[in-house]
């Protein structure tokens, strides 16, 4: 089986040492590095299990810090936000105080200064109320009842328009006490707030003024109009008891 010329390693010729030293060592190598890989020391364990039970102290006071930086966060949200409400409070108040006053309220303003009285009569021709307070004859009574008083009928919430042909019907326009004016705002939910300084939520609505101060003010419902005359005398009066007795 072996071919002529070489010698058989099994056979104990001259060669067969050196093929024994040629196939051996490679084997032996292998065994060597084989070897080492076997008894190759093992890798150290790593330090975190070692240090696993200590380490959830970190960890929960990462998690107290998370949840205090997480306030902080959120108070800081919620003071913006209040901040920004009250910022929009103060824009709304302000356009609501800087509204330009129509000429119809400076001239409210000025009449009210006088030294008389003065009814300041805020109203609508559509307002069913105002139409019933007409309707009744108490305003035409009570300004002719009152020819020193001034009467100012001031149309409201009614684009502009002054509803002088309602009142010639029921004859307070030619009345020489009377003086009819208009608001340019317009009728709806856009409406004014407020005129001449005061708040307006309904209509009809009556102030009496004397000396620029304002003695009575009437902002819901229809006029009573025996309860106004009454007004207009108690308006006059000083109300003042120097020299009766006092209860102490």
């Known amino acids: 089986m072996f071919s002529e010329g070489r010698s058989n390693p099994l056979s104990g010729g001259a060669h067969a040492p050196r093929a024994l030293a040629m196939t051996l060592p490679?084997?032996?190598?292998?065994?060597?590095?084989?070897?080492?890989?076997?008894?190759?020391?093992?890798?150290?364990?790593?330090?975190?299990?070692?240090?696993?039970?200590?380490?959830?102290?970190?960890?929960?006071?990462?998690?107290?810090?998370?949840?205090?930086?997480?306030?902080?966060?959120?108070?800081?949200?919620?003071?913006?936000?209040?901040?920004?409400?009250?910022?929009?409070?103060?824009t709304v108040f302000a356009a609501t105080s800087l509204r330009a006053e129509s000429p119809a309220e400076q001239k409210i303003l000025d009449a009210i200064k006088a030294p008389e009285l003065s009814v300041v009569h805020l109203w609508a021709p559509w307002c069913s109320n105002c139409q019933a307070e007409l309707k009744s004859g108490g305003w035409l009574k009570t300004i002719k009842d009152n020819p020193?008083?001034?009467?100012?009928?001031?149309?409201?919430?009614?684009?502009?328009?002054?509803?002088r042909t309602m009142l010639t019907k029921f004859e307070i326009a030619d009345q020489p006490n009377v003086t009819i004016l208009a608001d340019p705002g317009p009728r709806g939910s856009n409406h004014i707030k407020q005129f001449a300084g005061l708040p307006l939520s309904w209509i009809p609505t009556s102030w009496v003024y004397k000396g620029g101060d304002l003695r009575y003010?009437?902002?819901?419902?229809?006029?009573?109009?025996?309860?106004?005359?009454?007004?207009?005398?108690?308006?006059?009066?000083?109300w003042s008891h120097k020299g009766e007795p006092s209860i102490e």
């Open 148 to 163: 020193r008083v001034k009467f100012y009928f001031v149309s409201v919430w009614n684009g502009g328009e002054d509803g």
């Open 217 to 238: 003010a009437l902002n819901y419902g229809e006029i009573r109009f025996p309860v106004l005359q009454q007004f207009l005398e108690d308006s006059k009066s000083e």
């Open 26 to 90: 490679p084997s032996r190598t292998f065994d060597q590095k084989r070897s080492r890989k076997v008894v190759s020391a093992p890798a150290p364990k790593p330090a975190r299990e070692a240090r696993a039970l200590p380490r959830r102290s970190p960890l929960l006071i990462l998690n107290v810090r998370r949840w205090t930086l997480s306030g902080c966060h959120f108070a800081g949200i919620f003071n913006h936000m209040s901040i920004l409400r009250l910022s929009i409070l103060a």
